[in-house]
């Protein structure tokens, strides 16, 4: 009988005596047969024994010319499928069969030849532990998660986990073959290496090293800035932080996500730089004698460093970040108004109010508009995800995109009642993100708007938007 509760008809004679290899099952809830698939050697007077695995065996029996066989087969009742197996040590038919404690089957007597035997001989049933389920899995933050971690073997393994899980997450289970990763994710995305382990006493544990990749999601959610230190956070952003600082003095100037954390810095004119919701910190340029105010900021891929620029080029490196070269610009000719980090991490690019573009490190050059007259000042920039082009925005909202970075729309052609004062990509590189002084949010692409704060001039401004990691 199979686990599933049908009768497995194996073999036998047909008409005329001759041995088939035909087999049948027998749904007994139906009251019905069904054809399965055919032995590999027609037999009749074998033995049929159900396996701790699930399978079945066919061993021995009468072949055609009434010849005993010693030849077996495997029955993998999912697969509805017949295998050959290791043989008997010698031919018979007729034998019997019994099951003993771990796995194995006692094979004994029968007849061979038309002799009775008295031999008998142990067949192991039994087969190491193997994982059945994938070796890595893509899990994204704030959604809940049930990845389902298969073993299988007989007699059947039980499953163990070792190593750092991501936040959130657990593992769970591990009897019977089964065991599973539950939760929800909580991030920082990053790539997290586990070993599987999955035991059953025969032979060596069997190891697998999971890899489990957390991802923020397409369109997580945004966190817009303001001048006087105000976040405000929609979707999945959040601002743990609470800011107030003076702009007649030290206006925020940009906001930025810090890579692999769930945080984000804000940076302002005079070079403070307040790391908020777990965001590293390196350093600030506050006590330093500036030549000019900061313009931008940038941090480093791997979230050990970061950059600060002043509105004249010069570039300040913290952390692990690196100083390529330098640049003097006139501050009132063509004043910096963007930075932007390479994904290698080893390079940047420094964009002035004119749409010059200065590539440093291994940063490449895909093209400026310095030598194009602009309808409006240049005030955003930022690099395509995969790292081969990028993106200039103007104040009046037009959106030029150099190298590969696809192209999803702008307010070029609609005047806008306020200007534009922040840009952001979707984390797919599908979408992106236009916010306005006022703080109101256009998205374009699979860039999903959460809201904006919809702003008083008269009150406060919107600086720049970024999407946390």
């Known amino acids: 009988m199979l686990s599933n509760g049908d009768v497995l008809v194996v073999g036998g004679t047909v008409a005329g005596g001759a041995p088939t290899g035909a087999t049948e099952g027998y749904d007994p809830t139906t009251n019905s047969f069904s054809a399965l698939g055919s032995l590999s050697s027609a037999r009749s007077d074998e033995i049929v024994a159900s396996l701790p695995s699930g399978e079945v065996l066919a061993a021995g029996g009468f072949g055609a010319g009434g010849a005993a066989l010693s030849s077996a087969e495997l029955y993998n009742p999912s697969a509805r499928t017949w295998t050959g197996s290791g043989p008997l040590s010698g031919a018979r038919a007729d034998a019997t069969a019994v099951a003993l404690p771990g796995g194995s089957l006692l094979v004994a007597g029968g007849q061979e030849a038309g002799a009775a035997l008295s031999s008998a001989e142990s067949y192991d049933a039994r087969t190491p532990s193997a994982f059945s389920s994938a070796p890595s899995a893509t899990l994204t933050i704030g959604e809940a998660t049930n990845l ?37 994710a909580e991030g920082p995305s990053a790539r997290y290496t586990v070993t599987l382990t999955a035991t059953n006493g025969v032979g060596a544990a069997t190891t697998q ?15 817009i800035a303001t ?58 340029a506050v006590h330093m004698r500036l030549r000019a105010l900061i313009a931008a900021f940038a941090p480093t891929s791997d979230g050990k460093g970061y950059w600060l620029v002043e509105a004249n080029g010069t570039v300040l490196a913290f952390g692990d970040a690196q100083v390529y070269n330098q640049v003097s610009l006139n501050t009132r000719v063509r004043p910096v108004v963007a930075m ?130």
């Open 148 to 184: 389902p971690i298969g073993a299988t073997g007989s007699p059947t393994p039980s499953i163990s986990e070792t190593g750092a899980m991501p936040l959130g997450l657990a593992f769970s289970g591990g009897a019977g073959g089964v065991a599973a990763i539950v939760g929800s």
């Open 209 to 223: 090293t999971l890899v489990l990749q957390v991802v923020q999601s397409v369109a997580p959610g945004y966190a």
């Open 227 to 284: 001048a006087d230190g105000a976040v405000y956070p929609y979707g999945e952003a959040s601002a743990p932080g609470h800011l107030s600082v003076n702009t007649r003095v030290r206006p925020v100037v940009s906001i930025s996500r810090a890579p692999l954390s769930s945080g984000y810095y804000l940076v302002t004119s005079k070079g403070n730089v307040f790391n908020e919701g777990g965001a590293p910190f390196f350093g600030s």
């Open 340 to 469: 932007a980090s390479r994904p290698s991490g080893k390079g940047y690019y420094v964009v002035t109010s004119l749409g010059n573009i200065y590539n440093e490190g291994d940063a490449v050059f895909y093209g400026s508009k310095a030598n194009v007259p602009l309808p409006h000042p240049i005030v955003g920039f930022s690099t395509s995800p995969t790292g081969k082009g990028y993106y200039l925005v103007s104040s009046g909202g037009n959106i030029w995109n150099l190298g590969e970075a696809p192209f999803f729309g702008s307010k070029a052609a609609h005047p806008v009642a306020s200007p534009m004062r922040g840009f952001a990509t979707s984390l797919d590189g599908k979408g992106y993100y236009l916010l306005s002084q006022s703080g109101g949010v256009y998205s374009f692409g699979d860039a999903a708007n959460f809201g904006s704060p919809m702003l008083s001039p008269a009150t406060s401004r919107a600086i720049g938007v970024t999407i946390p990691d």
